[in-house]
């Protein structure tokens, strides 16, 4: 073909890239926002977000368990929004609506019209996955627009030959490893697609090499971090393994709640994932399909959990609506499937969203017919109440509890006592919301926690939180009543007999503090 035809070609498609639906688009990415915002309060802090509120007090370029873009981002929240919990959720309210907006785009690229944009943007508010997902802070609500991005700056640059866009597939795809090292999957997906389909010209172009360049020297300082610090993320990872906290997934089982985890939506991702693979209008994308194939084998094969499919769903969402667009061709078909993903995302949504009072959510999931993916670790399988809300209760009165702890040591002891706990949650809950009890700064050897040491703390009287040390590691031992959390389930220890004071540790904690365990 003569380059003038080839030019032609090229113009004649770019003319047939439809006008962004910006009014409709602007609006659902606006009340998503608003739906997250208005539900951010109900429950409480989840565990994650005490985790992570800590690392911000302690900024690096790594930490044992996840990269350093999750800890900048909660310094930023809190600097600008305070530490409360509505302002800790402000981020992810608005990456929400930045994903219904980016994944528009998405679908307008690959030439999906007004209606294919909105009903992309409908299914990202629909879809379940997505309302947990921008819930609460994590890293996980920067994933799904940072993935979307990676697949339109790839689409920009093969569909209008613009190669620079190359450019910013790199920097989205650097960000990404900084954020969560799954993306790792989505990039070596995408580079299988190139490389097996007649995109695979793109591996010759310079542009994508300074992309990949790119992504490289941003991933670099996390990657020094981790080889001066042994790679302890593998080390988590393998402790994680060995202790079996992860639902081991059949194949059959993980793919039955990735559909569960989308509830109606699952149909356009679906149809998706046929527009990308089988689709001639979607042969130019064809490797975002392999992409999503490789994500989904890769997952199930490292035993990974369903929910960390998420992020591929926005893409997959605009192909599907797209295909959608031409399948459903006339305004009362379109009418109706807009309804149905709009009903069944609320029915669905008490489950994953806090719409109703606690105590009111497990009467209302047992009147839904179909299971519900409620639950990610292995410890959670016999808890009714979804994993997420049990995981956002009782942390104030845990935290009363041990000021109760703390304020029991003699005051010529208490100036030098200090808080040491064995799990994540309760230091980060410790560390956030001990300030209002005159409580000090935690210790912990949990994770990334551990990496920050004993501070001034000697030994002479700590509240234990968690089975730290039995009692014979200390001179005097004393038992507080239990944590009871009627929501919190027992699985990570973090209610019971849990709290206690010891008196006169027998060995000297600034010294031994390296060689204690963490995990």
């Known amino acids: 073909m003569s380059s003038v035809a080839s030019s032609e070609m090229l113009a004649a498609d770019r003319a047939r890239i439809a006008p962004l639906a910006t009014g409709p688009v602007a609006a659902l990415a606006i009340a998503n926002v608003v739906f997250h915002l208005l539900t951010a309060w109900r429950y409480g802090y989840f565990i994650d977000e005490f985790y992570y509120y800590g690392c911000s007090e302690h900024l690096r370029w790594g930490y044992y368990d996840h990269p350093p873009l999750v800890a900048g981002l909660m310094w930023i929240a809190t600097h600008l929004f305070g530490g409360s919990l509505l302002g800790i959720r402000v981020i992810p309210s608005l990456l929400g609506g930045l994903l219904v907006w980016v994944a528009a785009l998405t679908a307008r690229e690959l030439g999906g019209g007004r209606f294919a944009q909105v009903l992309t943007g409908i299914c990202v508010l629909a879809a379940p996955a997505y309302m947990l997902t921008f819930h609460f802070f994590s890293m996980n609500a920067v994933e799904p627009v940072l993935w979307t991005l990676c697949v339109l700056f790839a689409a920009f640059a093969i569909r209008r030959e613009q190669s620079r866009w190359w450019v910013a597939f790199g920097l989205c795809c650097g960000v990404g490893m900084e954020n969560k090292y799954s993306i790792a999957f989505l990039i070596a997906g995408i580079l299988l697609g190139l490389l097996l389909t007649s995109a695979r010209r793109t591996l010759l172009n310079l542009y994508f090499w300074i992309g990949m360049l790119l992504a490289l020297l941003i991933f670099l300082p996390n990657y020094l971090w981790m080889s001066h610090h042994g790679f302890p993320f593998l080390q988590w990872r393998s402790v994680m393994a060995q202790r079996g906290d992860m639902l081991k997934l059949p194949p059959t089982t993980f793919v039955f709640q990735m559909l569960l985890w989308t509830g109606a939506t699952c149909f356009v991702w679906l149809a998706g994932v046929g527009f990308f693979l089988f689709n001639k209008q979607g042969r130019p994308y064809r490797f975002a399909g392999i992409a999503a194939i490789v994500v989904t084998v890769t997952l199930i094969t490292m035993e990974g959990k369903t929910p960390y499919a998420a992020p591929m769903y926005a893409f997959l969402f605009a192909g599907g609506s797209v295909l959608g667009e031409r399948l459903l061709p006339g305004a009362m078909p379109r009418r109706i499937a807009i309804g149905i993903l709009l009903i069944t995302g609320a029915i669905l949504a008490p489950c994953f969203v806090p719409v109703l009072s606690l ?10 017919p179909l299971p519900l993916p409620i639950g990610t670790e292995k410890y959670s399988t016999g808890n009714k109440l979804p ?61 990334s926690w551990h990496d920050w040491g004993p501070r001034q703390y000697n030994g002479e009287a700590l509240v234990l939180v968690g089975w730290m040390f ?13 944590v009871v959390n009627d929501a919190m389930y027992n699985g990570v220890g973090l209610k019971g007999d849990m709290i206690h004071v010891c008196y006169g540790l027998r060995f000297d904690l600034q010294k031994q503090w390296e060689g204690l365990p963490w995990y």
């Open 359 to 368: 105590n009111r959510v497990v009467a209302y999931q047992s009147h839904i």
């Open 387 to 447: 994993q997420v809300f049990s995981l956002e209760t009782g942390w104030d009165s845990m935290v009363q509890q041990i000021a109760t702890a703390y304020n029991s040591i003699p005051p010529e002891q208490r100036a030098q006592a200090g808080i040491l706990t064995f799990h994540y949650g309760t230091a980060g809950a410790v560390d956030l919301l001990g300030p209002k009890y005159g409580l000090p700064k935690p210790i912990s050897t949990a994770m």
């Open 470 to 482: 039995p009692p014979n590691y200390c001179k005097r031992y004393v038992d507080f009543p239990p």
